[in-house]
């Protein structure tokens, strides 16, 4: 079975603060996302990689950055923490191919005050 | 870039009815997938359907690519299927997961 986990699944931060968010998938996938998902706005992408050190920005990739060093790794950073920044994020990996399956970790909520 | 819209947006059962969940997009995929997010807000993969009919216990989905629409159908439904249920896909132009607005449901005992 495809394992993600996600480094927290609850994180309290203040405004200002910088915060890495960790995924790591242990499937050998070359694609990894970061999506964050907020009430009436549905799931949105932030940022991919589909090799290491490579990366595209999502949909909404303003605030973030992203590092992939290794290819099981793929961390999520908020350089400097808002309050628009409070969200449910969510990793996922899949296989190079657009036709394989994506899989998602548990979810880091983050609440920024 | 490709439109998902699901339908219905909110679904009340009592225990044990069955159901039908809805997916129309509006251009050619080459991925669908079907997703339960629980209420600790994982979301589990149910189904990879981009065409065709597949079952897994009370669970089946059927996908008609030609006519642009995916159903999910949950069977002797139980309280445990509560949760948002979203369909994901990736246009035959594009390189990543699409989501729907998802369906919500509330199996009552």
């Known amino acids: 079975d495809v394992k993600v986990t996600q480094s927290s699944r609850y994180l309290v931060k203040r405004t200002g603060e910088k915060v890495f968010l960790e995924c790591v998938q242990d499937m050998d996938h070359e694609n990894m996302f970061w999506y964050r998902q907020d009430p009436g706005l549905g799931l949105r992408l932030i940022y991919f990689s589909y090799d290491v050190k490579m990366k595209e920005k999502g949909d909404i990739p303003e605030g973030y950055s992203v590092s992939r060093e290794k290819k099981e790794r793929f961390s999520l950073i908020l350089e400097s923490a808002s309050t628009n920044q409070t969200s449910m994020y969510l990793c996922?990996?899949?296989?190079?191919?657009?036709?394989?399956?994506?899989?998602f970790g548990p979810g880091t909520r983050l609440t920024v005050l | 870039g490709i439109q998902v819209e699901q339908s219905p947006p909110d679904l009340i059962l009592q225990e044990g009815a069955n159901s039908t969940l809805r997916c129309n997009f509006s251009?050619?995929?080459?991925?669908l997938q079907w997703f339960h997010q629980n209420p600790w807000g994982q979301l589990i993969n149910l189904f990879y359907i981009p065409s065709g009919t597949k079952q897994n216990g009370r669970l089946s989905a059927t996908t008609v690519a030609t006519e642009r629409y995916s159903l999910l159908y949950i069977s002797s439904s139980q309280t445990t299927d509560s949760g948002v249920y979203f369909c994901?896909?990736?246009?035959?132009?594009?390189?990543?997961?699409?989501f729907g607005g998802g369906t919500r449901v509330l199996v009552k005992p």
């Open positions: 994901a896909v990736v246009s035959a132009a594009g390189n990543k997961l699409t």
């Open positions: 996922a990996s899949r296989r190079r191919g657009l036709t394989d399956t994506q899989y």
């Open positions: 251009d050619s995929v080459n991925n």
